[in-house]
C-alpha cells in the first residue's frame, strides 16, 4: 500500500515536498510519480531506483523537482521547487518490482493520489 501526503495550494515559484509511505518494504522496488491534471492523461514527473543509484525525470519538471527515498523508512519524496501553475494536478506515487527496467512505465502499485494546486 502507498499512501501520498504533502500535497496543497501553493503560490507560483513557492515549494511543496510530497512523500509517499509504503506499507511494505521498498527497497525491492522502483519508485515513481506521476501526476494527472483536469482533463488530461496521467503522465510521468520522475522515478527512482531501488538503490537510489538511477534517477529520471520528465523534462517538464528537470531542475526544479528532485525525487529522492530512503529505504529504512519505506518512504519516496518529491521535493518540487519553482512552481508553476502547468504543475497543478493529483500527484501519485507509484511502485514495480526491482527485476524491471526502471523507465517511466509499467507501474503496478499506485497510491491514492494527493492534489498539488499551484496559484498564479
Known amino acids: 500500500q502507498l499512501v501520498e501526503s504533502g500535497g496543497g495550494l501553493v503560490q507560483a515559484g513557492g515549494s511543496l515536498r510530497l512523500s509517499c509511505a509504503a506499507s511494505g518494504r521498498t527497497f525491492t522496488y522502483h519508485m515513481g510519480w506521476f501526476r494527472q491534471a483536469p482533463g488530461k492523461e496521467r503522465e510521468f514527473v520522475a522515478a527512482i531506483s531501488w538503490s537510489g543509484g538511477s534517477i529520471l525525470y520528465a523534462d517538464s519538471v528537470k531542475g526544479r523537482f528532485t525525487i529522492s527515498r530512503d529505504n529504512v523508512k519505506n518512504s519516496v519524496y518529491l521535493q518540487m521547487n519553482s512552481l508553476k501553475p502547468e504543475d497543478t494536478a493529483v500527484y501519485y506515487c507509484?511502485?514495480?518490482?526491482?527485476?524491471?527496467?526502471?523507465?517511466?512505465?509499467?507501474?503496478?502499485?499506485w497510491g491514492q493520489g494527493t492534489q498539488v494546486t499551484v496559484s498564479s
Open positions: 507509484a511502485a514495480k518490482l526491482s527485476n524491471r527496467p526502471l523507465g517511466t512505465s509499467n507501474y503496478n502499485h
